[in-house]
């Protein structure tokens, strides 16, 4: 999961600029993503999950492991944000602001994303490697990261919120 875990906290490091949805509003008057979501945040968080995923590739077999592909990579990394900019647009609708805690859809965007492009690509990937135990350490293991990874954010003056 570590590819899909990068890219949230990469996002807020190389974002600004412009955002994705350029301005534009939805046809409830609300803004479709925000200023939040950005072209430079987008790019620059999936290819820091694809980098470290790479870096993961690469060293499993001396750790003598075989679990990581290309496309398992590009999908967790992509996957993560996408997840994240499915949320927002839905913080969006439901009229919550930028920055505003959503318990529960915060911490897991990133893995139903993630695991949306698997399942979409990688179907079998997916069934061979996600075991009930994986998936109870990753359903545990998720907020704590995403927590720790905001707080951390929020000292380097790179997030608004904690959270």
């Known amino acids: 999961m570590i590819p899909a875990y990068v890219p ?3 996002a807020a490091v190389f974002g600004g600029g ?8 939805w046809r409830d008057g609300r803004r479709m993503l925000g200023d ?16 470290i995923g790479m870096l993961q590739v690469v060293a499993e077999p001396y750790l003598g492991i075989s679990v990581l592909t290309p496309t398992v990579v590009v999908c967790l990394a992509a996957g993560a944000l996408l ?12 009229n919550k ?25 990688n179907y079998a990937w997916v069934i061979a490697t996600i075991t009930p135990v994986i998936l109870i350490w990753i359903l545990i293991l998720t ?6 990874a905001n707080i951390i ?8 919120v904690p959270w």
């Open 36 to 51: 939040g979501k950005t072209w430079r945040g987008l790019f620059g968080g999936v290819l820091s999950g694809i980098c």
């Open 18 to 25: 412009r955002p994705i949805d350029g301005g534009r509003n």
């Open 97 to 121: 602001t930028r920055g505003e805690e959503w318990l529960i859809a915060d911490q897991y965007d990133l893995v139903f994303g993630a695991f949306a492009l698997l399942l979409l690509f």
């Open 143 to 148: 907020p704590l990261l995403h927590r720790g």
């Open 83 to 94: 997840g994240d900019m499915v949320k927002s647009f839905a913080k969006r609708r439901l």
């Open 8 to 10: 949230n906290s990469a």
């Open 153 to 160: 954010g929020y000292l380097i003056g790179v997030k608004d």
